[in-house]
């Protein structure tokens, strides 16, 4: 048997398999009492809720998963990426825009399986715990932004990358990394300002109490902002957030105006504050650099199977092609994918107990920076008691009791 289909069957039921342990662990791991520290916080209805929330996310995850898996082995094994192939070439054009037709459909059937399941989590898991805020016109206008952006952006992108592959034999993949690097730099720059803007409102928070004493702790900080933006977060869940986004002299702080609406100004400026400790600590410059050492990483990897006969074989295609190595590449780069997302979870948490340090040394005050944690964990029907397996794999913050008692933990 070919040694590829062995290799992509076993990753893929393995991935299969680690989800499904991590999952009934993290229920599991559930505490049907409410922790000391949230004792007065937390109502124990409210509490019970949450529990019941993360057993119904969990299963509708699993049910996915599982008909995920249930689809693409048949769909490989029968030689369902070669059709599609043959379909693709069938238009009659250049390998590049031949490339572009067979991984947009790809992408539009692998979209359009999902989409019963990103209504139902979205129409009526969602609805049920209250969060849903989302109508069918906006999740329909969503889409379609989505799928417009994806040709706009995605495709020059994906175009671009085919062709230094295809034009160039040697270091190839160099050029792509550089291409793709600047590019990255570029929409970080100019996402906030373009992009972000097509699915919300931003505008700049209101003369107040809030906004000067924000601005009060980045002149304190010595922090110079292009603004703070209250986003209409409300448009689609009763969830809240916040984020800094942007680069140079286009960085920003984006409040939800439900995070607004749930918290006092002192909770809302150790919120920010804890944003500013990301800027201060150059957070999001290390993460970008590993983003892009991680992705010379794999495009230096993916140089390596280019049109291999045997990869192709595995998936039942007949002839070879740079646009279809990008696909099947992808399951095999998995398990690398695994071992970098670890290590950028455990530096990402790492961050956080880091910014949480600068908030409170900043602002002088513990209080607010628990009550505001504790505040949206309630809020968001939070896991306060995620299972160690999950958090270790996946989690980019540390859990909330974790977090609360490092900040009680600061001298």
Do not use: C
């Amino acid at each position: 048997m070919n040694i590829y289909l062995i290799l992509v069957l076993a990753i893929y039921g393995i991935f299969y398999l680690l989800d499904v342990v991590i999952e009934l662990l993290n229920i599991k791991n559930i505490k049907e009492t409410v922790p000391n520290e949230f004792d007065g916080v937390y109502e124990p209805k409210k509490y019970q809720e949450s529990q019941r929330y993360l057993k119904e996310t969990t299963r509708f995850s699993l049910i996915k998963s599982t008909i995920g898996l249930i689809v693409f082995v048949p769909f490989m094994l029968l030689g369902g990426f070669n059709y599609l192939d043959v379909v693709a070439r069938g238009f009659g054009f250049g390998s590049i825009i031949t490339g572009l037709i067979y991984i947009g459909i790809l992408g539009f059937l692998s979209s359009l399986m999902s989409m019963p399941f990103s209504v139902y989590g979205t129409f009526v898991i969602e609805k049920k715990y209250g969060f849903n805020k989302t109508t069918v016109k906006t999740f329909v206008t969503d889409t379609i932004k989505m799928i417009l952006l994806s040709v706009a952006i995605g495709a020059p992108i994906l175009a671009l990358v085919l062709w230094f592959f295809e034009s160039f034999t040697n270091f190839a993949w160099l050029y792509v990394w550089g291409a793709l690097t600047v590019i990255q730099v570029v929409l970080m720059v100019v996402a906030p300002i373009w992009i972000m803007p097509l699915f919300n409102k931003f505008i700049p928070l209101e003369e107040g109490d809030l906004r000067k004493s924000i601005e009060d702790y980045a002149t304190k900080e010595g922090f110079s902002l292009q603004g703070i933006f209250k986003m209409d977060g409300s448009k689609r869940s009763t969830k809240s957030n916040a984020y800094f986004t942007g680069l140079g002299k286009y960085k920003r702080i984006v409040l939800f105006d439900t995070l607004i609406e749930k918290h006092s100004v002192n909770e809302l400026v150790g919120i920010v504050a804890h944003e500013m400790g990301h800027f201060k600590h150059k957070h999001i410059y290390k993460l970008m650099a590993m983003g892009i050492l991680t992705s010379g990483l794999m495009l230096y990897t993916l140089s390596l199977f280019l049109n291999n006969p045997g990869l192709f074989q595995a998936f039942q295609m007949e002839q070879l092609s740079i646009y279809a190595s990008l696909i099947f590449f992808s399951f095999l780069f998995k398990p690398i994918e695994l071992f970098l997302g670890i290590f950028s979870n455990v530096l990402s948490r790492k961050y956080e107990f880091e910014a949480d340090e600068y908030a409170v040394r900043t602002t002088s005050s513990q209080d607010d920076m628990v009550s505001a944690l504790k505040t949206l964990s309630v809020d968001n029907l939070s896991n306060l008691n995620p299972h160690p397996m999950k958090v270790f794999i996946e989690y980019s913050h540390p859990p909330v009791l974790t977090r609360i008692k490092a900040i009680k933990a600061i001298q």
